[in-house]
């Protein structure tokens, strides 16, 4: 996981799901978006031993300007 500061935003790299989890992801309903997934995403697994990093990444594309 590491930050693109020129487009300030967050890259994660993990695992891929297998097809069960995958398909309850698609299933799953979030408010202002469309059941499924998208062909241009992609649903990835991160190990709970990166919270910290990810708390890191968050504080610092926060701290590089406007993000939205």
């Known amino acids: 996981m590491w ?4 487009k ?5 790299q993990g695992y891929k ?7 309850e992801c ?4 979030v ?16 190990p709970a031993r990166m919270v910290d ?3 890191e990444a968050c504080d610092a594309v926060e701290h590089t300007g406007d993000v939205h």
């Open 3 to 6: 930050v693109d500061q020129e």
């Open 8 to 12: 300030k935003e967050l890259v994660f």
């Open 17 to 23: 799901p297998d097809a069960e989890l995958e398909a």
């Open 26 to 29: 698609a299933a799953f309903e």
């Open 31 to 46: 408010p202002g978006h469309s059941k499924g997934i998208p062909d241009h995403e992609a649903v990835i697994r991160i």
């Open 53 to 55: 990093m990810i708390r």
